[in-house]
């Protein structure tokens, strides 16, 4: 896909401004990485990209047709589901082969049946990032995408999203700039930063 073009972009609830002004071109088929400390408006942003918020003013381009997967800060799993069915919500046509090699990949094995309420809260969020990777998309979204993984796991999931992602335009929400160079970041936005340059 192309680059997205955010122009003007501006969104504000009850009176308190979380964007004001914001320009940025996303590069297509590449990773970019948003940091900020909270309450900068990172998930607005990535709400607004995905048409789950309008902005009060300013512009999207580049998403018209474009197909969309995310992950969100919640982990939003069928909890009376196993984990090969939350993965089928995304992607039918797997195979048990095909989701039993992938839940390996993320340190998941065994879990194909097993409801995923009863996992743990770094399982759940494998579970969630996998399903993600594995629709069919031009556009990832990921807010937090690492949150509650041991060090040594979370290096490993990084690995393979950065594998899994290769070619494709990524948006990344992170407070760790390691993760953005861990995910390969071609940019990185610090959104506390722009939002200071346009209140000049």
């Known amino acids: 896909m192309k680059e997205i073009r955010i122009q003007a972009l501006s969104k504000a609830y009850g009176g308190k401004q979380v964007l004001k002004g914001l320009n940025l071109t996303i590069p297509g088929e590449k990773t970019t990485a948003i940091l900020a400390p909270s309450g900068f408006g990172k998930t607005t942003l990535l709400r607004c990209l995905?048409?789950?918020e309008k902005p009060d003013s300013g512009t999207i381009e580049g998403l018209?047709?474009?197909?969309i997967s995310a992950v969100f800060q919640e982990d939003r799993l069928c909890g009376g589901f196993g984990a090969a069915a939350n993965l089928r919500l995304c992607a039918p046509e797997l195979t048990d082969a095909q989701v039993k090699k992938a839940l390996e990949a993320f340190s998941l094995s065994g879990t194909e049946d097993k409801p995923v309420s009863a996992f743990?809260?770094?399982?759940?969020?494998?579970?969630a990032l996998l399903r993600a990777l594995l629709a069919d998309y031009e556009?990832?979204?990921?807010?937090?995408p690492f949150h509650g993984?041991?060090?040594?796991?979370r290096e490993?999931?990084?690995e393979e999203t950065c594998r899994r992602s290769r070619g494709k335009t990524v948006i990344m929400v992170?407070?760790?700039?390691y993760e953005a160079e861990r995910m390969q970041?071609?940019?990185t936005v610090h959104l506390d930063r722009l939002e200071a340059d346009a209140a000049l």
């Not at 992170?174 to 700039?177: A, C, F, Y």
Request: glycine share 12%.
């Open 149 to 153: 993984l041991d060090e040594e796991l």
């Open 50 to 52: 995905m048409g789950l």
């Open 174 to 177: 992170t407070h760790d700039p």
């Open 156 to 158: 490993k999931i990084m």
């Open 64 to 67: 018209d047709g474009v197909r």
């Open 120 to 127: 743990s809260g770094g399982m759940k969020r494998r579970v």
């Open 139 to 144: 556009l990832l979204i990921l807010d937090e």
């Open 185 to 187: 970041a071609v940019q």
